[in-house]
């Protein structure tokens, strides 16, 4: 079991940027996949974004993309989703998730994932 801590949320106004970061304990991040979710109030949790255990695959909900990018820094074991021009509809508490399992393709899907964090949340509002 690994641990993840989610940092980097907060207030924004509309159209403005935060960067999420992802930090993990543990293994090496380089082995590891890594999922972005969020979970708005009275709505289900769903995949924002992923990358793959060797980073060769990122994959985007329709919803974030070209606004949102995942990247992962090896050295510091963290990933980051940039989320620029952000929404009202973006609101939400937003969760890294972590496997060791290879995935070829990266996961948008909940149960690809085996370790989650404790969330941070996003609040787009003027």
């Known amino acids: 079991q690994v641990q993840l801590v989610e940092s980097g949320g907060g207030l924004v106004q509309p159209g403005g940027s935060l960067r999420l970061s992802c930090t993990y304990s543990?293994?090496?991040?380089?082995?590891?996949?890594i999922g972005w979710f969020r979970q708005a109030p009275g709505k289900e949790r769903e995949g924002v974004s992923g990358?793959?255990?060797?980073?060769?695959?990122?994959n985007y909900a329709d919803s974030v993309k070209g606004r949102f990018t995942i990247s992962r820094d090896t050295a510091k074991n963290t990933v980051y989703l940039q989320m620029n021009n952000l929404k009202p509809a973006d609101t939400a508490v937003y969760y890294c998730?972590?496997?060791?399992?290879?995935?070829?393709?990266?996961?948008?899907?909940?149960?690809?994932?085996?370790?989650w964090g404790q969330g941070t949340q996003v609040i787009v509002s003027s």
């Open positions: 990358i793959n255990n060797n980073g060769a695959s990122k």
């Open positions: 998730a972590a496997t060791k399992r290879w995935i070829g393709v990266a996961s948008l899907e909940a149960n690809a994932y085996d370790d």
């Open positions: 543990g293994s090496r991040l380089y082995y590891y996949a």
